[in-house]
């Protein structure tokens, strides 16, 4: 069992700024990558920052420059800086961990925490 708990949603100004956190727990035995997929209506879910253990990054192309992803391995936390926020970034956001339960590898989902940019 996995659980991720995610905090640091809510309401912002075009330009504005906030902070993402998802602290997992559970019975994993090893976190390959933590991330956040993000989701807006009528919309597909898609990748915003991924980070492996090894500290690899990926980003997409639409928050280059805007958004940090980050972790604690000790706590088993990722956090995501997001500046320069704009109106198009307004969307459910997602926690992602890929990791395995003893031999099996698979991905665990947070509940989603809403992220809405507007004046």
């Known amino acids: 069992q996995v659980e991720l708990v995610e905090s640091g949603g809510g309401l912002v100004q075009p330009g504005g700024s906030l902070t993402l956190s998802c602290t997992a727990s559970?019975?994993?035995?090893?976190?390959?990558?933590m991330g956040w997929h993000r989701q807006a209506p009528g919309e597909q879910r898609e990748l915003v920052a991924r980070?492996?253990?090894?500290?690899?990054?990926v980003y997409a192309d639409s928050v280059k420059g805007r958004f940090t992803i980050s972790r604690d391995n000790g706590l088993n936390t990722v956090y995501l800086q997001m500046n320069s926020l704009k109106p198009e970034d307004t969307a459910l956001y997602y926690c992602?961990?890929?990791?395995?339960?003893?031999?099996?590898?698979?991905?665990?989902w947070g509940q989603g925490t809403q992220v809405t940019v507007s004046s």
């Open positions: 992602q961990l890929l990791g395995y339960i003893g031999s099996r590898h698979d991905a665990y």
């Open positions: 559970g019975s994993f035995s090893s976190i390959v990558a």
């Open positions: 980070i492996t253990s090894g500290g690899s990054i």
